[in-house]
């Protein structure tokens, strides 16, 4: 295999608890270079744990992170380099359920604070490379304002632009609308499909089932701690071989249905 071929990330026997709460039980995925990889599952299944061990935001008790061309990181060493540590971390880059914006800096400074301070990049550069981005998303008149003067679906654009600005090979986002209002959704998802398109690699945590369908190139379904089936959208969404998945479609879709009154809706082990 040539090295272009190789995934971008490759992620093997990633393991996490907490206390005695097993939260990721050897997850194993791969990412190629311009894929998008959606993950779904219930709340507490550990979706955005594996987020956070990718971006550096925690550290997994076992398992290896691998990025094609470096850094490897084998979390099951006894001791994983703090440079390790620091590459890893540079290789991806975050966009919360919430925007986390810093609510005193401007646009402008919550953009450019990230490759100015962490990476060193000359301000007059960090500003040029902010404006260039908020201008894609349409927000260049917004530069100047403070998070709160923007709609949520606003700040979460700038979110974006954040994670962009830091020009990361990998794009990580956790259910990056599940917090705005109805009608706010749509144009955070124009960027992301806009970003998709343009060939980013994206690990995208969503229950915009629609949306998944269209951009994901693979799904990956967890519950539990671990991946109880993968698949191509149009198989997976649609027809789900696991009944674990299927169940957990079918709330998603029909969330008004209540709970089963037949009392079967508990899978036996
Ligand atoms: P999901 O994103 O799928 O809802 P999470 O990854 O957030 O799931 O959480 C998985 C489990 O890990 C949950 O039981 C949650 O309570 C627990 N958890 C997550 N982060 C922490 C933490 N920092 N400390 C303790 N428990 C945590
Ligand atoms: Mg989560």
């Not at 290789?91 to 919360?96: D, G, K, L, Q, T």
């Not at 953009?111 to 981005?133: C, M, N, S």
Request: charged letters at 25%; hydrophobic letters at 40%.
């Amino acid at each position: 295999m040539s090295p272009t071929d190789a995934p971008l990330l490759q992620v093997t026997g990633l393991e996490k608890s907490f206390g005695d709460n097993r939260v990721l039980e050897g997850v194993d995925l791969s990412v190629r270079r311009g894929d998008v990889l959606v993950l779904i599952g219930p709340s507490g299944s550990g979706k955005t744990t594996v987020l956070r061990c990718l971006n550096g935001l925690e550290t997994p008790d076992a398992g290896v992170v691998a990025f094609d061309g470096g850094p490897v990181v084998d979390f099951s060493a006894p001791k994983v380099s703090k440079a390790d540590r620091t590459a890893l971390r540079d290789r991806s880059a975050m966009v919360f359920q919430h925007h986390n914006l810093f609510p005193h800096l401007t646009v402008l400074q919550n953009v450019t604070e990230g490759p100015i301070q962490a990476h060193g990049v000359p301000k007059a550069d960090a500003i040029a490379r902010a404006e260039t981005l908020l201008a894609r998303v349409g927000l260049a008149e917004k530069r100047d304002a403070y998070p709160s003067e923007l709609s949520g679906g606003q700040q979460q654009r700038v979110g974006i632009v954040r994670a962009l600005a830091l020009q990361p090979q990998l794009l990580l986002f956790d259910e990056p609308t599940s917090a705005l209002d109805p009608e706010l959704v749509g144009e955070v998802l124009t960027v992301l499909r806009e970003l998709a398109n343009e060939g980013w690699t994206m690990v995208i945590v969503t229950h915009e089932l629609g949306f998944a369908r269209e951009v994901a190139d693979e799904v990956l379904f967890f519950d539990e701690g671990v991946i109880v089936e993968r698949g191509a959208p149009a198989d997976l969404l649609r027809a789900p071989k696991k009944e674990r998945t299927r169940r957990f479609l079918n709330r998603l879709l029909h969330p008004l249905d209540g709970p089963d009154p037949t009392g079967t809706s508990e899978l036996p082990e």
